[in-house]
């Protein structure tokens, strides 16, 4: 099984293609990640929400989640423009970049080894695999695919310049370099590039040609620049920001903490099961005995790859590449996730690659007669991650099954317990969530989250006092916090303390001035005190931003009426409704909308909206 027809190449795609449709094509049906990252990368993103000049100079000059990643705004920008806020048109594109990526790593593949075998194994591996499910399922986790995508036809026109003759090719590096940089614009991880291209020559000297460090200058030099723009951003100045003192208080503890780490990925490639959004190794100050034990089987690999580069260094490069695809996540530069299974995303290929090379091996050794056994345990073997695969990826479905999960696999991990709180709140489990924010507090009790999170549920319910101690405490640990001092004015707002609260609501909009839900809490505290104007400056000011807010049109709605402006009243009323704002009971009897109460059209627009 070795040189494939042009046709049995198509019918390869074609089944890679049928693989990734089969394993993700649940993903449609999902939910945004309310609680980890999809609110901020794409609901509440503006900047995304529409193709304008300022849309793009904004996504090109921003920060998100302590990442610089235009492309990945980009590709949400194209989405929205299409269909929307639908989530399942974003998961549909992660999907479509993922099965894109498993046809370029068979292509890959095929042309280095020129084994069919070799190539089909390995991408389906690739494409299959359980560690591949938070790149693709996750929507926000777009930039791993993304990036990836251009990492992969950045080395194809690589291997098309070094591959031709005099005079042909030249657009080929040019393109390779544009690929690249589109590749760090999606995400800085695929920045070792250059290193890989440099034991690509070494150990695949194609047509007599020589390893040249001349060429792999631009490279390296575009991945420094955003390798220093990435340190930079993942500062904890910048919200999200992933960057930790050592793990353990030492580079030497955060060694031997990565020595296990490092042996967890190797075992998940071989037993993907348990599997969770967040982990929580253990941090070893000290070699004990599961530092030891762990380096003896690091040892113990490093020796079997030396072995193999002996042997065949085509093979041993792609040992080679899954580590090198590790090193940003190596904790050379420490940050806060020690493990998770998107880190995979580059490494797989080489673990992909050596599966193949494995199959092409038992073929060559069972021969003929042996061969149908090979493939029916390779399908098997496919089969089997490819269920995994579809299992965890039902897990992804929202939220609350993505929380639900991990806090059942991991309990005593407080990370976990902030977005599964998170989680429960957003799907109106309000009592549930207290209680999830309560176990969370008891064992930490400077948690920021749990305090934020309780504050203000406690605020919501009534319980004033318990809610304003919570808050005070929260914001001497953390006084930029920007949702503690907005829900610290909304619980001086419930006293009838309004001018603490409106000290609250300015402290909050000093401190992040793009908020808009600050805005809107601003104008409902002028509209209660009858500050009509100032009410109404604040709601306009969301509506010019696009938002489509039914709290803030019904407040809009509510200042015109006390205003006498019934038409004006009624016009956001309507779009209060549009935007899901029915509740009969409450707008019946809302004295600031009786200037309203008595005109027709008034009772024929609620009439209308109860029939949808």
């Known amino acids: 099984m070795t040189q494939p027809t042009a046709r049995n190449q198509k019918i390869d795609y074609l089944l890679l293609i049928l693989l990734t449709v089969g394993i993700y094509a649940r ?25 304008s000049w300022q849309n793009l100079k ?82 926000s986790c777009r930039k791993n695919v993304l990036s990836l995508l251009f990492f ?56 007599g040609r020589r390893l040249r460090l001349k060429d792999k200058i ?47 990925y190797l075992w998940r490639l071989v037993w993907p099961a348990g599997l969770s959004a967040i982990y929580d190794p253990p941090v070893h100050a000290a070699p004990d005995g599961v530092v030891l034990a762990a380096g003896l089987l690091l040892a113990a690999v490093a020796w079997g790859g030396y072995r193999l580069f002996k042997h065949d260094r085509r093979l041993g490069f792609w040992l080679l590449f899954f580590w090198i695809g590790l090193l940003p996540f190596a904790q050379i530069v420490p940050i806060y996730w020690l493990i998770t299974d998107r880190y995979v995303n580059v490494s797989i290929i080489g673990a992909a690659a050596l599966a193949g090379a494995g199959a092409v091996f038992l073929h060559s050794r069972l021969g003929a007669r042996g061969a149908p056994l090979l493939y029916l345990t390779v399908t098997v073997w496919i089969a089997a991650l490819s269920v995994a695969s579809f299992q965890r990826i039902g897990v992804w479905r929202n939220s609350l099954t993505l929380w639900s999960d991990a806090v059942a696999k991991l309990p005593d991990t407080p990370r976990i317990w902030e977005h599964y709180a998170e989680a429960l709140l957003s799907a109106g489990q309000a009592d549930a969530s207290r209680r999830a924010y309560e176990h969370l507090l008891a064992s930490q009790p400077t948690n920021v989250a749990a305090l934020a999170g309780l504050g203000d549920l406690y605020t919501a319910q009534g319980e004033l006092d318990k809610g304003l101690v919570l808050l005070h405490r929260l914001l001497a640990i953390k006084p930029d916090h920007v949702i503690g001092w907005a829900s610290l004015g909304t619980n001086y707002l419930k006293r009838g303390n309004y001018a603490e609260a409106e000290k609250a609501y300015r402290r909050a909009q000093s401190l992040q001035t793009e908020a808009w839900q600050v805005m809107v809490l601003l104008g409902d505290l002028m509209r209660i005190q009858r500050r009509l104007e100032p009410a109404r400056g604040y709601y306009l000011q969301v509506e010019a931003r696009g938002k489509g807010n039914a709290a803030n049109s019904y407040g809009l709605a509510c200042v015109e009426s006390m205003s006498g402006n019934v038409d004006a009243g009624l016009k956001w009323l309507e779009a209060a409704l549009q935007r899901g704002h029915y509740d009969p009971d409450k707008i019946y009897g809302d004295q600031q909308l009786s200037a309203l109460w008595n005109e027709p059209r008034f009772h024929s627009l609620l009439e209308r909206y109860s029939l949808q």
């Open 27 to 51: 993903t449609l049906g999902h939910e945004f990640q309310m609680s980890w990252d999809d609110n901020w990368y794409i609901v509440y993103n503006d900047s995304i929400q529409g193709f």
């Open 58 to 139: 904004t996504i090109f000059s921003s920060i998100y989640q302590a990442n610089y990643a235009p492309l990945q705004m980009l590709s949400y920008m194209l989405d929205y423009s299409l269909w929307g806020l639908e989530p399942g048109a974003f998961a549909l594109t992660n999907f479509v970049f993922h099965a894109l990526n498993g046809v370029l790593v068979y292509r890959l593949l095929f042309s280095l080894h020129g084994e069919r075998l070799l190539a089909l194994v390995a991408a389906a591996f690739f494409l299959a695999h359980p560690l591949q499910v938070e790149s693709v399922a996750w929507i």
């Open 152 to 207: 992969l036809l950045s080395w194809e026109a690589y291997r098309r310049y070094r591959l031709a003759g005099p005079g042909r090719g030249r657009w080929a590096y040019p393109a390779s370099l544009a690929a690249f940089l589109l590749s760090l614009m999606a995400k800085s991880t695929t920045l070792v590039l250059p290193v890989i291209l440099v034991l690509y020559d070494l150990c695949f000297p194609e047509a």
């Open 218 to 264: 631009p490279y390296a030099l575009a991945a420094l620049v955003f390798a220093l723009v990435s340190m930079h951003v993942q500062t904890h100045d910048f919200q999200g920001g992933i960057r930790e003192p050592y793990h353990g208080g030492s580079p030497l503890a955060t060694f031997y903490t990565m020595l296990p780490v490092f042996c967890l």
